[in-house]
């Protein structure tokens, strides 16, 4: 065996020899940088195919050396069979052996696990075409690895690829430690067309605050989201909101629209938490009011608009909320019943109004970063014109991209591994 493999490695390193020499003299030839840099590159994965396809081979004939021992005997090998697979160098093939019990019959490939091989393609490329499918539709993700990794799959390979990849949610451990900072959690819901039509996928953001520094923004942004009803997604909050350390964290606020369930939901889960209405989603109930009172783009709908803006700013939306009832009152509501609208809502919010009280304590008052959310992790992949998507499919890709845009694609990394 070691003889073997002396002779595999004095044979790879005349290979490896030949071809040096040959591109050496190409890239002093090269008529510029880029045919030189081209002709290099070209190399190094050539060669590089098959020096990673004899030193596979090397390994696989090492560990074949041992026995198999099933029912106390060892395995008899039945045959060698080929097994090849498209790595980041190229397509390689190895021989390995095919294993059977001579008393239970059962069958075993060994060198099968050590190569981490599925569905015919290495673990390195399987993770490159899930992280690229996690970001961008499935032909341009093709097209991406085809030019900067010069990796051909086909469509039914890279969905396969996915969902495999995305089928399984990532377990999230609870954190046990005390979280000496703020934690913000953001809610909300944009509409994706499945293949049942259009349907709402809720989804939360979290993120470290300081409450303490007057520039702070938003650090350790996590998401999550899926396509559920609002009591099904409390329990996947739930585990974000276990993972982020929200019940040991030093303060917890919940920031949101008017969207009753999104209250139900903060009321559940974290009935202690600060609760902020979104200071963008009420000021545009308040500027709708004024319009429905003066008319629109014209000075006195402006200074009405901020006269309320600034009384509910400073602590006052109950003296906003009883202007608009008497505006109501006199005959000065349109068809629509804007003003009334507007003033009940001030009134189911009125506890989420306290702005200063909120700027006061440090809390952002805008829900930003859930709606930046909405865009990066929902519309920008499951919004494009002429995709429809089955639930299942959705949810795989949805899985990766969170993962991705929450920095936790390397824990992906690991559980895919353990999974194989």
């Known amino acids: 065996m070691i003889a073997q493999a002396t002779t595999q490695w004095e044979r790879i390193a005349q290979v490896v020899m030949n071809e040096l020499a040959e591109v050496w003299e190409q890239a002093r030839q090269g008529p510029d ?34 026995e198999v021992i099933c029912c106390g005997r060892a395995m008899h090998r039945e045959v060698r069979e080929r097994r090849a697979a498209l790595t980041l160098l190229g397509p390689v093939t190895v021989r390995r052996r095919y294993l059977r019990c001579p008393q239970c019959r059962a069958h075993s490939r060994p060198a099968d696990q050590w190569l981490g091989w599925r569905g015919g393609f290495s673990f390195a490329v399987a993770e490159m075409v899930a992280w690229e499918c996690a970001a961008l539709p499935y032909r341009e993700a093709l097209a991406s690895l085809r030019k900067l990794a010069g990796l051909e799959l086909s469509l039914d390979a890279a969905e396969s690829i996915v969902a495999r990849w995305g089928k399984a949610e990532l377990p999230r451990a609870p954190y046990s430690e005390p979280v000496p900072h703020a934690l913000v959690v953001q809610i909300d819901g ?31 942004v996590t998401y999550t989201a899926d396509w559920e009803t609002a009591e099904e ?57 004024a319009i429905a009172v003066h008319g629109e783009g014209n000075e006195p709908t402006q200074a009405l608009a901020k006269m309320w803006e600034t009384e509910v700013w400073e602590g006052r939306s109950a003296l906003v909320e009883s202007h608009l009832r008497e505006l109501v009152e006199t005959g000065q509501d349109d068809s629509q019943h804007t003003l009334r609208r507007c003033a009940d809502y001030l009134q189911t919010h009125q506890a989420r109004l306290r702005y200063d009280l909120f ?16 865009k990066h992790v929902v519309g920008l992949r499951f919004k494009r014109q002429s995709t429809r998507w089955t639930k ?29």
């Open 233 to 289: 997604f409390r329990e996947t909050l739930w585990a974000e909101a276990l993972a982020r350390g929200a019940f040991t964290a030093r303060a917890v606020a919940v920031i949101g629209d008017g969207a009753p369930w999104i209250w139900e939901t903060a009321n559940t889960l974290f009935p202690r938490a600060v609760e902020i209405l979104d200071w963008y989603h009420l000021t545009e109930h308040l500027w709708e009011a």
């Open 392 to 420: 299942t499919g959705a949810r795989n890709v949805l899985h990766l991209r969170l993962d991705r845009l929450s920095k936790r694609w390397e824990a992906r990394s690991q559980f895919m591994r353990k999974a194989a």
């Open 33 to 66: 940088g880029e045919t030189v840099e081209q002709q290099v590159f070209a190399w190094s994965r050539r060669v590089g195919r098959q020096v990673l396809e004899a030193a596979l081979q090397a390994k696989v004939e090492q560990q074949e050396s041992a």
């Open 359 to 374: 700027h006061a304590a440090g809390w952002p008052v805008g829900s930003g970063v859930v709606e930046g959310g909405c």
């Open 190 to 220: 944009a509409q994706a067309h499945l293949e049942e039509g259009w349907k709402e996928i809720k989804l939360g953001a979290f993120f470290d605050w300081d409450c303490a520094d007057p520039a702070a923004k938003p650090k350790a």
